[in-house]
T-cell receptor
């Protein structure tokens, strides 16, 4: 079992709609979680970090963490074509390393 | 400012060459990282430096040799690489280690080994 799992996609969402990206993790000792956006050929760019159960909002982005269910999600409201990218979910494991999921490819269609 | 810089942006080298990748941050971070990323795969951790000392080596072959001259600089020395080492090499930094804090990535060096 992978430590951080994501659906690889592609996830296709119409422009203006809400994109919902999901991630599960197996290490109950994981404390912190991160969402990175990566455009093709570029480096990962931090979108959100979340440390506590519940929701965290930043502009059009909302991260949700449920430690009991070992589940992390990212909602993108009012999706724009520029949101088309691969989204990497990552968790800080009990082994003191960031473990990345395999990424979800998101495509926003006009 | 959350900027990590890396040079060069692109590097092509033969299997007998010796080259170095450089990474710099001026955020006062005490932890720096090297990752390797192959196409359509997530980044893979290679090395972690904390307070200029090597904390983690993820069983990386000795043809990759990291160096941390000071708290702002991180180098990766390359020697006798193989074509399968071609990848995007990413440097990252964070406030401290092993505190579970955000890592900020540089733009990467695209390495091609012929």
């Amino acid at each position: 079992q992978k430590e951080v799992e994501q659906n690889s996609g592609p996830l296709s969402v119409p422009e203006g709609a809400i994109a919902s990206l999901n991630c599960t993790y197996s290490d109950r000792g994981s404390q912190s979680f991160f969402w990175y956006r990566q455009y093709s050929g570029k480096s990962p760019e931090l979108i959100m970090s979340i440390y506590s159960n519940g929701d965290k909002e930043d502009g059009r982005f909302t991260a949700q963490l449920n430690k009991a269910s070992q589940y992390v999600s990212l909602l993108i409201r009012d999706s724009q074509p520029s949101d088309s990218a691969t989204y990497l979910c990552a968790g800080y494991s009990s082994a003191s390393k960031i473990i990345f999921g395999s990424g979800t490819r998101l495509s926003i269609r006009p | 400012d959350t900027e990590v810089t890396q040079t060069p942006k692109h590097l092509v080298m033969g299997m007998t060459n010796k080259k170095s990748l450089k990474c710099e941050q001026h955020m006062g971070h005490r932890a720096m990282y090297w990752y390797k990323q192959k196409a359509k795969k997530p980044p893979e951790l290679m090395f972690v430096y904390s307070y200029e000392k090597l904390s983690i080596n993820e069983s990386v072959p000795s043809r990759f040799s990291p160096e941390c001259p000071n708290s702002s600089l991180l180098n990766l020395h390359l020697h006798a690489l193989q074509p399968e080492d071609s990848a995007l090499y990413l440097c990252a930094s964070s406030q401290d280690y092993p505190i579970p804090d955000t890592q900020y990535f540089g733009p990467g060096t695209r390495l091609t080994v012929l």
